[in-house]
């Protein structure tokens, strides 16, 4: 009876462990089938990424150091745009790097410091002016924030010219005083400027801030009803700004009650010529307008300084713009938007509702356009709501119409044309930073946010 009771109970335990095992089992085939799954759908997503010409990043983007990931998938969640990041072989990579735009959450939302934010690629350069971890660039007392540095992100850019004129600060309390009409300049009324401002004033110091059009910089120029916030940003003296899918009127509604609160009033219109280093201090001259001193100068302008023109004959007409500020006051035109970047085709599906509108773009394909703007503009050329004239460049804007070629040595034709946009991007002001001193680096695949370990070693470095 004894044997046989412990045979029982030796069967029985074999039983349990043998279904302990084929279960644990079966959840380590159901995880590597599902991990294989996973593996094809985001390769299948880079494969696509590629032909796409998005999988190569224009700018900044995510760099992952697979030694330190460990799946938490906490980038992926914290990324407001659609796959810029996927999980294969149980690491985050990248697969529409392209379209990231350096907001930098996913860098934030990493618990293990596996993510890099990195600028250009080891094929593609990216020009920024050199700036120190402190936001000075390589001249003494001049900072750079914002856009100009490869921050493009309203909320990033709000944080590096609060950060910067925190630095700037806590310099000119170190620093021997010298006499100037102003502590410090801002140039620049976006958001990098703007949020400058307000610590400015937070601060304490005497300041100025300049722009060469009006309040919001290149926020400015973007359609009324362009959404152009995804996330809450923290502004100095006013506050957390809560709104979520905030749109440009807004964003210029907040930072105007957020000066006007403050007694900030911004000096619109003012273009900056020549900034000059002068026995400690910097003479600024202003387009039309007397000369000023400072103490430190704060850039804090976008990166297309100019417009970048087709130079082409009949470009000087009236008719020509560069920006869209009002399209739901323009109706019934023949209007001809000019480039295939998210700017042209935002502008091209606000003016086709209506107007008769014409997209001439130099490729045959869209490419590092949002997710959202290559299903919206699909659908309004398959509605016939835009048309699109793919490989085709302008030759000649007349009064009337607008000369088109196919390719580059294909046949003319002319379109009637009441309107022209044109949007191809801007150039870099170098010639005006490199006369202020200022040097441009271009970055290929530089870290410009690493994880806390790189900061310090180096921050021992210097």
């Known amino acids: 009876m004894i044997g046989f009771f412990d045979m029982s109970l030796l069967t029985e335990e074999i039983v349990i462990y043998g279904v302990v095992i084929l279960f644990s089992l079966a959840i380590v085939l159901i995880y590597i089938l599902k991990q294989r799954r996973q593996n094809k759908i985001v390769e299948r997503k880079i494969q696509k990424a590629k032909e796409a010409g998005l999988y190569e990043p224009a700018s900044l983007h995510p760099e992952v150091n697979p030694n330190n990931c460990i799946k938490t998938e906490a980038c992926i969640a914290a990324c407001p745009e659609k796959d810029i990041l996927g999980i294969r072989n149980g690491k985050a990579t990248t697969i529409n790097a392209s379209r990231c735009v350096g907001h930098g959450a996913c860098f934030h939302a990493c618990p293990t410091d596996a993510i890099t934010l990195v600028i250009g690629t080891e094929k593609r350069g990216v020009d920024i002016p050199h700036i120190k971890p402190n936001f000075e660039s390589n001249v003494q007392g001049i900072f750079i924030a914002g856009e100009l540095g490869g921050m493009g992100l309203i909320k990033n850019a709000v944080e590096q010219g609060r950060q910067a004129v925190e630095n700037i600060a806590e310099k000119l309390r170190e620093e021997q ?28 110091l005497n300041f100025l801030v300049l722009d060469q059009e009006t309040l919001g910089g290149t926020v400015y120029t973007f359609p009324r009803s362009k959404i152009v916030m995804t996330a809450p940003m923290e502004l100095p003296l006013y506050g957390k700004v809560k709104l979520n899918e905030t749109k440009k009127s807004e964003l210029l509604n907040i930072w105007n009650d957020a000066l006007n609160k403050n007694n900030i009033s911004i000096k619109e219109n003012s273009q900056v010529e020549a900034i000059n280093s002068v026995n400690g201090h910097f003479n600024i001259e ?41 399209p739901e006051d323009i109706h019934g035109k023949e209007i001809l938007v000019v480039g295939g970047g998210d700017s042209a085709i935002e502008s091209a599906l606000m003016l ?95 870290a410009i946010l690493s994880n806390s370990k790189d900061k310090d070693k180096e921050k021992r470095k210097k």
């Open 177 to 204: 005083h010298y006499e100037a009409d102003y502590d410090l300049v801002i140039v620049g009324a976006g958001p990098a400027g703007i949020a400058g401002a307000l610590n400015a004033k937070k601060n304490g």
């Open 286 to 326: 202003i387009k039309d307008s007397e000369r000023i001193t400072s103490r430190k100068v704060l850039i804090a302008i976008g990166r297309r300084g100019t417009p970048r023109k087709l130079n082409v004959p009949g470009e000087s007409k009236e008719k020509v713009s560069y920006r869209l500020l009002e």
């Open 352 to 446: 086709s509702g209506q107007n008769n509108v014409t997209l001439s773009y130099r490729k045959d394909a869209f490419s590092r356009i949002k997710p959202k703007n290559d299903e919206k503009i699909k659908q309004a050329i398959e509605e016939e709501k835009i048309k699109v004239l793919f490989s085709t460049n302008v030759v000649s804007i007349e009064d009337d119409t607008v000369t088109i070629r196919e390719g580059t040595e294909g046949e003319t034709f002319r379109i009637k044309n009441d309107q022209v946009y044109i949007f191809i991007g801007g150039e870099l002001p170098t010639q005006f930073l490199q006369k202020a001193g200022l040097e441009i680096d271009r970055k290929f695949g530089e």
